[in-house]
């Protein structure tokens, strides 16, 4: 009997200690940084039945979050609506429109060491919401559009030193030379250019291909990819650092056999 519960207390340790080194693997390759990342579209609402909006998923923003998460960095995901599985391992923050938005990349971004804004925001909201279905009446009906806050111009104006903040750019006409302007004019540290008038990439779709603009000058193209993987490379272009390189945590033999010695 005395040897049976030698034996489990041994077993019991053992599970101990592989937990022990599971745990402590977790943290001790875990990164100090944060960072922010927005995500999906915003909705303008018109009326309680509809609403303005546009074609983005979210995919590519969700992709970039799980890569970052993946590789040890604490994640903040602000979304608008998307039909996707929020990403385990962050904090997810949900928002509607591009004032929600606003209210809370501007909560949370002195905070971040990295800020990709990848959402695409609406541009612009109608003057007046009506709080009850508006009657199909008239052949005609006009609406009237005010021009939303620019949260991205807003970063580069309060963003410090230390901080990198990398936007997006979905152009169809002219994207080399819209995503230069955008990256200068609104104090960025890279610029994605997203050209949507591509067949089978960008919005919706699994794939993507962009081209990567640094303010000092790099342009780097990725070919066509699942969104997956270009996400790890466009971390890794930012951040500098290898994202799939494989970690290896151990114990010596000395260390383990000095352990279960003690049992």
């Not at 993946?70 to 949900?94: D, E, H, M, N, W």
């Not at 804004?117 to 009446?137: C, E, G, N």
């Not at 309060?158 to 990198?164: L, R």
């Not at 540290?189 to 291909?209: H, P, Q, R, T, Y």
Request: contains cysteine; proline residues 3%; glycine residues 6%.
């Amino acid at each position: 009997m005395h040897a049976r519960q030698r034996t489990n207390r041994v077993v019991n340790r053992i599970e101990y200690f592989v937990i022990f080194c599971n745990v402590t693997k977790k943290a001790f390759y875990m990164k100090t940084q944060t960072i922010l990342i927005t995500a999906g579209p915003t909705i303008e609402p018109i009326d309680p039945m509809r609403h303005i909006t546009n074609h983005s998923s979210g995919k590519m923003g969700y992709a970039l979050a799980r890569a970052c998460i993946r590789a040890g960095y604490r994640v903040i995901l602000i979304s608008g609506p998307t039909q996707l599985k929020k990403p385990g391992g962050c904090l997810f923050v949900p928002v509607k429109t591009a004032r929600d938005m606003l209210k809370e990349v501007l909560c949370h971004f002195p905070h971040a060491d990295i800020c990709f804004k990848v959402a695409a925001v609406a541009d612009y909201r109608v003057s007046k919401f009506s709080s009850r279905k508006i009657k199909k009446t008239r052949d005609r009906f006009n609406l009237t559009l005010i021009k939303n806050p620019d949260i991205l111009k807003k970063l580069g104006q309060i963003k410090k030193n230390s901080q990198t903040l990398v936007g997006f750019a979905a152009e169809t006409h002219q994207g080399v030379t819209y995503a230069r302007q955008k990256l200068k004019e609104k104090n960025l540290d890279w610029i994605v250019l997203n050209e949507i008038s591509k067949k089978n990439v960008g919005f919706g779709s699994d794939l993507n291909e962009v081209t990567l603009i640094s303010s000092d000058g790099k342009k780097i193209k990725f070919q066509r990819q699942k969104k997956e993987e270009l996400a790890k490379q466009i971390l890794k272009t930012v951040t500098k650092v290898p994202v799939d390189q494989t970690r290896r945590f151990s114990f010596t033999r000395f260390n383990l056999f000095s352990f279960l010695g003690r049992l």
